[in-house]
C-alpha cells in the first residue's frame, strides 16, 4: 500500500478551501485505506477531466467556422 500523503501529493493543483473541507471530513469518517482509494481516484478524475477539457478546445480549434454554421442549418 503506498502512502496517502505521496497520493495527495500526486494532485496537480492545490486543493481548494471546498476540497480541503471534503478531505477533512473524509479524513474523520473513513479509514486510511479507504482514504487512500479515494485521493487517487479523485486526482485521476481530475487529470481526464483536464485531459476532457483540452480535448475539447483543441477540437474548437481544429473546426472551421463554416462546418459548424452548416451544422447549425446557418447559410
Do not use: C, I
Amino acid at each position: 500500500m503506498s502512502n496517502p500523503t505521496m497520493t495527495s501529493a500526486k494532485l496537480s493543483n492545490p486543493l481548494s478551501p471546498v476540497h480541503a473541507q471534503v478531505v477533512d471530513r473524509m479524513k474523520v469518517l473513513y479509514q486510511a485505506d479507504h482514504r487512500e482509494r479515494f485521493l487517487s481516484l479523485q486526482a485521476e478524475t481530475e487529470t481526464l477531466l483536464h485531459q476532457l477539457q483540452e480535448r475539447k478546445a483543441q477540437l474548437r480549434l481544429e473546426t472551421p467556422v463554416t462546418e459548424v454554421l452548416n451544422t447549425a442549418g446557418v447559410r
